[in-house]
């Protein structure tokens, strides 16, 4: 089974612009992969921010986005608010298969 | 908007079968697939396995020989039979419609 990996840690200043990857152990991601991106809070159920490398939802804050980045999936926030700091998983798709990263803690501070 | 409450019991005995049934309100089951996602205490997030409301499901391979997931079009529910448990299987574990509106979670213990 593939290994998704992510960055454990980032920290961004109120305002900054933060970078998050996805990595496959398999190779460069790729749009087949169908890359998603979810927001977790402690305490909280997951929120899916990204579907399908870039594809929002409506609850999408603006200040995501989604893409490819050197053979990996990216999430970019500009403009982090103090509410954004969380843990952030990305999941790909193998044939069917799905497989989750091992998430990234992101600190506003 | 689409909800979806997890239920079934808390606590579950070693080598006995988990079970937990998905209730989606708000939405009819019978179209999209219909995921199980589960956490363990203070880890990450496992794939369990999805269903299209056909009856067709793709199960994590890691899990894939104790595991079954069903669909109750009739009762607009799905349901997770994990057999087999042992404490690596205490998590909370999510429903999800198309990963995108997710289950509160239901925490399951397993211990004798």
């Known amino acids: 089974q593939a290994v998704v990996t992510q960055e454990p840690s980032l920290t961004v200043s109120p305002g900054g612009t933060v970078t998050l990857t996805c990595g496959s152990s398999?190779?460069?991601?790729?749009?087949?992969?169908?890359p998603y991106w979810f927001q977790q809070k402690p305490g909280q159920a997951p929120r899916t921010l990204i579907y399908d490398t870039s594809n929002k939802h409506s609850w999408t804050p603006a200040r995501f986005s989604g893409s490819l980045l050197g053979g990996k999936a990216a999430l970019t926030l500009s403009g982090a608010q103090p509410e954004d700091e969380a843990e952030y998983y990305c999941?790909?798709?193998?044939?069917?298969?799905?497989?989750f990263g091992t998430g990234t803690k992101v600190t506003v501070l | 908007q689409v909800q979806l409450q997890e239920s079934g019991p808390g606590l579950v005995k070693p080598s006995e079968t988990l079970s937990l049934t998905c209730t989606v309100s708000g939405g009819s089951i019978s179209s999209y697939y219909w995921s199980w996602i589960r956490q363990p205490p203070g880890k990450g997030l496992e794939w369990i396995g999805y269903i299209y409301y056909s009856g067709s499901t793709n199960y994590n391979p890691s899990l894939k020989s104790r595991v079954t997931i069903s669909v109750d079009t009739s009762k607009n529910q799905f349901s997770l039979k994990l057999s087999s448990v042992t404490a690596a299987d205490t998590a909370v574990y999510y429903c999800a419609r198309q990963l995108a509106s997710w289950g509160q979670g239901t925490l399951v213990t397993v211990s004798s």
């Open positions: 999941l790909l798709s193998y044939s069917g298969a799905e497989v």
């Open positions: 398999t190779g460069a991601v790729t749009s087949g992969h169908y």
